[in-house]
């Protein structure tokens, strides 16, 4: 609901300005929405849990069991974001739109690098394990 919300605003910001959405800049919004839904929704449960003792959300029908699938989906959702994002400065038509295409690249590396931290801390945090320290 939260993920569509912010895409009606996409859609009807773009019809005010008079403006074309790219489908690019439409499913890339899709996936970092998502992803974003999804960790409102993580730190929710967990907060309910670490602050109120209750194991299940009472305005919303998740409970502690579904916070790993949570979890997952929305690093999934943030990881296929930055994939589109890439995918979109390669075989776009940027050069259009963008003066210096590279730039778009260090948005790219923002989003997968965010992605990446939020993980190593969610390991951690849940399984005593770092994945970075794992590689090392």
């Not at 919300?5 to 929405?33: C, H, K, P, T």
């Not at 943030?78 to 260090?106: P, Q």
């Not at 801390?121 to 770092?130: C, G, I, P």
Request: glycine share 4%; with cysteine; aromatic share 16%.
């Amino acid at each position: 609901m939260l993920t569509s919300f912010y895409m009606i605003r996409i859609i009807f910001g773009a019809y005010v300005a008079n403006i074309i959405v790219s489908d690019w800049l439409m499913i890339f919004a899709l996936f970092i929405f998502l992803s974003l839904t999804f960790i409102k929704r993580f730190i929710e449960l967990n907060n309910n849990f670490k602050y109120a003792g209750n194991s299940r959300l009472t305005s919303r029908d998740y409970s502690l069991v579904d916070q790993p699938i949570v979890l997952n989906a929305g690093l999934s959702s943030g990881i296929i974001s930055a994939l589109v994002l890439c995918l979109s400065i390669k075989f776009g038509s940027n050069d259009i739109s963008y003066s210096n295409v590279n730039y778009l690249w260090g948005i790219a590396v923002h989003c997968t690098l965010l992605d990446y931290l939020y993980m190593d801390e969610s390991f951690e945090r849940d399984y005593k394990v770092r994945p970075s320290k794992i590689c090392n």
